[in-house]
Antibody, heavy 119, light 113 residues
Framework: QVQLVQSGPEVKKPGASVKVSCKYS????????ITWVRQAPGEGLEWMGWISAYRDNTHYAQKFQGRVTMTTDTSTSTVYMELRSLTSDDTAVYYC????????????WGQGTLVTVSS | DIVMTQSPDSLAVSLGERATINCKSS????????????LAWYQQKPGQPPKLLIYWASTRESGVPDRFSGSGSGTDFTLTISSLQAEDVAVYYCQQYYSIPYSFGQGTKLEIK
């Protein structure tokens, strides 16, 4: 069974950057993609983008273009999501989840990482 | 972009009664080439990540109780819980994976009456 374990909570100041990690186990990454979804306090789910190891392919939601970068480190089985120029509106729980070409829904999910942006 | 709209925003149902949540997409999420609707349902309990319940609009994920069912096609979909249990209290989301950007409904909060 695929498992995803995310890094711990972060507190950042406005204008800073945050890098959240998602360590996967029990599967071969090239067969999968990792997608990132965030959830502001008391709000719904917002898709941010995904990264596939196949040809190092990424696709970001228009809203985050230019501000987000997703990368992989296959040597440590870890995917990273970096978000720059943080504002208070970026305060949210950030989730990673797996998806594939044949199973394009999101399952399973990481436990989530709370990022708090506050001066 | 496809906009997903759920109704109602919140719902209170008595234990053992039926709960119905609706989801409407702004354009069809049905692919005629494979006869599939690109729609999933998730359940989220407080402090937990979402959990997949249903995919392809009506296929129940392994381990999900059979009181949960999904139906619909094209732009209109429904999640039904046939007999509400206390552990079903949660927020439910529909999601389209038909086209990027993938999108979720705003969520429906299900409570016990």
């Amino acid at each position: 069974q695929v498992q995803l374990v995310q890094s711990g909570p972060e507190v950042k100041k406005p204008g800073a950057s945050v890098k959240v990690s998602c360590k996967y186990s029990n599967y071969t990454f090239p067969s999968y993609a990792i997608t990132w979804v965030r959830q502001a306090p008391g709000e719904g789910l917002e898709w941010m983008g995904w990264i596939s190891a196949y040809r190092d392919n990424t696709h970001y939601a228009q809203k985050f273009q230019g501000r987000v970068t997703m990368t992989t480190d296959t040597s440590t089985s870890t995917v990273y999501m970096e978000l720059r120029s943080l504002t208070s509106d970026d305060t949210a729980v950030y989730y990673c989840a797996t998806t594939t070409m044949t199973t394009p829904w999101f399952d399973p999910w990481g436990q989530g990482t709370l990022v708090t942006v506050s001066s | 972009d496809i906009v997903m709209t759920q109704s109602p925003d919140s719902l209170a149902v008595s234990l053992g009664e039926r709960a119905t949540i609706n989801c409407k997409s702004s354009q069809s999420v049905f692919y005629s080439s494979n006869n599939r609707n690109y729609l999933a349902w998730y359940q989220q309990k407080p402090g937990q990540p979402p959990k997949l319940l249903i995919y392809w609009a009506s296929t129940r994920e392994s381990g999900v109780p059979d009181r949960f069912s999904g139906s619909g096609s094209g732009t209109d979909f429904t999640l039904t819980i046939s007999s509400l249990q206390a552990e079903d209290v949660a927020v439910y989301y529909c999601q389209q994976y038909y086209s990027i950007p993938y999108s979720f409904g705003q969520g429906t909060k299900l409570e016990i009456k």
